[in-house]
């Protein structure tokens, strides 16, 4: 399967600290996205970051992607209260173009 | 600018009832459009998506359909609901495949079938 898993399932942090959440994949990928959700609403794309690159920055979001290990991280930095919601993690492969989602990981910032 | 309208937000339907749910994207030609489903607590299933007019791909049997009369308009049925059909429907469009670019999600609709 070409899903990729978030990790942990769940975090609580304060205001104020940073944010790491992890995804893995099984298979090669032609990239890797994360999306966020609010409670409720649609996903919102965050950053895309290719199979030919390692590490890619949007504002406060630090996203690494290590082909060898299957694997990408998701940082959030000086986390926000607004920064509240599910994170997922997608991937599609080289040969599909489909993306397939993760279960996410429900973070949580207290204020 | 490039917009998603989908509906109904949410809707209560019988076992056995029909269903239809549309979703409509402004602001571009051509979209590839994405129907997925999200179960509580759970990760997105992709359940349909389409290239074009006419042009269906099922990822999951079930018994739901899709059907996209128009470029911008893309329909998720279904002639008898089943209690396993609740959930969270996302519609989604992307310019190019999903495999080279992002998705832009509805807002979504919230389907309970007693």
């Known amino acids: 399967s070409q899903q990729g898993e978030e990790d942990p399932q769940a975090l609580s942090i304060q205001e104020g600290e940073n944010a790491t959440m992890n995804c893995s994949y099984k298979?090669?990928?032609?990239?890797l996205q994360w999306y966020r959700q609010n409670s409720g609403r649609g996903l919102v794309h965050l950053i895309l970051i290719r199979s030919n690159e390692r590490e890619k920055h949007s504002g406060r979001l630090r996203v690494t992607l290590d082909t060898s290990k299957k694997s990408s991280s998701l940082l959030i930095t000086a986390s926000r209260a607004a920064d509240t919601a599910s994170y997922f993690c997608a991937t599609a492969g080289a040969g599909s173009y489909q993306l397939t989602f993760g279960k996410g990981t429900k973070l949580s910032v207290i204020p | 600018s490039q917009t998603i309208h989908q509906w109904p937000a949410t809707l209560v339907q019988p076992v056995g009832s029909p269903l239809s749910l549309e979703c409509t994207v402004e602001g571009t030609s051509n979209p590839n459009l994405y129907w997925y489903r999200q179960a509580a607590g759970r990760g997105l299933q992709l359940l349909f998506y389409s290239v074009g007019i006419g042009q269906i791909s099922s990822e999951v049997p079930q018994n739901l359909s899709a059907s996209r009369p128009q470029d911008r308009q893309f329909i998720l049925s279904s002639k008898k609901l089943l209690l396993s059909d609740s959930g969270f429907y996302l519609c989604a469009w992307s310019a190019v495949a999903a495999n080279t670019g992002e998705l832009f999600f509805g807002e979504g609709s919230r389907l309970t079938v007693l």
């Open positions: 298979t090669s990928i032609n990239n």
